[in-house]
């Protein structure tokens, strides 16, 4: 079992930028490749993007990448999600959840601890 609490959403404007956090106790953090999610309201769960077990891989859909960074302290069992020149369109709750397999998933069904959600909104 883990728990994760993720943290650091908020009000941004336009172009601003956020970091959000991402805590987990319970069995090894380390055993866990980490992702991030997003789900606006009315629409299905986005990936955002994942870190493998040791941080040395990630991955991001077009519509972040270059803007989102994702980083990993395992010895803090933390996640992080650097979001930089935010649009509106980033708008919704951001989840982080983890994957006990070595691939880096993509699909929410495939994450098996999820935290509760942090709330993005970027104003226009």
């Known amino acids: 079992q883990v728990q994760l609490v993720e943290s650091g959403g908020g009000l941004v404007q336009t172009g601003g930028s956020l970091r959000l956090s991402c805590a987990a106790s319970?069995?090894?953090?380390?055993?866990?490749?980490m992702g991030w999610f997003r789900q606006a309201p009315g629409k299905e769960r986005e990936f955002v993007g994942a870190i493998s077990r040791s941080g040395d891989k990630t991955y991001y859909p077009d519509s972040v990448k270059g803007r989102f960074t994702i980083s990993r302290d395992n010895a803090k069992n933390t996640v992080y999600l650097q979001m930089n020149s935010l649009k509106f369109e980033d708008t919704a709750v951001y989840y982080c959840?983890?994957?006990?397999?070595?691939?880096?998933?993509?699909?929410?069904?495939?994450?098996?601890?999820w935290g509760q959600g942090t709330q993005v909104t970027v104003s226009s």
């Open positions: 319970g069995r090894a953090f380390s055993n866990y490749a």
């Open positions: 959840a983890a994957d006990p397999n070595l691939n880096l998933a993509t699909m929410w069904g495939e994450y098996d601890y």
